[in-house]
């Protein structure tokens, strides 16, 4: 249980960081959305989970819990309200589509 | 190993922190701003194991609701700050 626990937090530890690279390094900013979900989502799960099998059985558990559960419902609400506005401010993502390439041509 | 947690952690808030000041639009800076919240929440959680004091795991809660309702109030300034703009620009032409 103890070694599960330090796996997780391991990999925990290193997708947050390599979330923050992509955050960094990528080219737009939906790119950079996507590798800070990344920290967000997976990075979260793991740490905290890899916590909650440190913690046992405990209060500290069911917080840890709804601290998980909440950031699991807000971060895809707020990376959507933040796309969307993006959107209607008028970035255009980067990759272009099937169809803008073929009309560029 | 709660140490090198909390280092990946500290890093990726640097990160992020770098990004926030060279987000060439807004919205580069509120996504690194929300990150830096999100990397907060892990960060407080961490600390709480890493010096045996479960309390602090009330203040990742409270920090966590806090960061979702700023963001999401930023994000609507903007929003109706750019609906306002592109309506001033449809009544100019």
Known sequence: MDTLSWVLLTLGGFSVFVGGIGALRMPDLYTRMHAASVTDSLGAILVLVG???????????????AILLFLLLTSPTSSNALASAALLAGTRPFAET???????? | MYYAVTIATLVTMALALLRAVLGPSVYDRVLAVNMLGTKTVLLLSVIAFLYGRPDFLDLALAYALINFIGVLAVLEFFRSRALRRSAERGARQ
């Open chain 1, 98 to 105: 099937p169809q803008e390439q073929e009309k560029s041509k």
């Open chain 1, 51 to 65: 916590i909650m099998l440190q913690a046992g059985w405990s209060l500290a558990t069911i917080k840890l819990i």
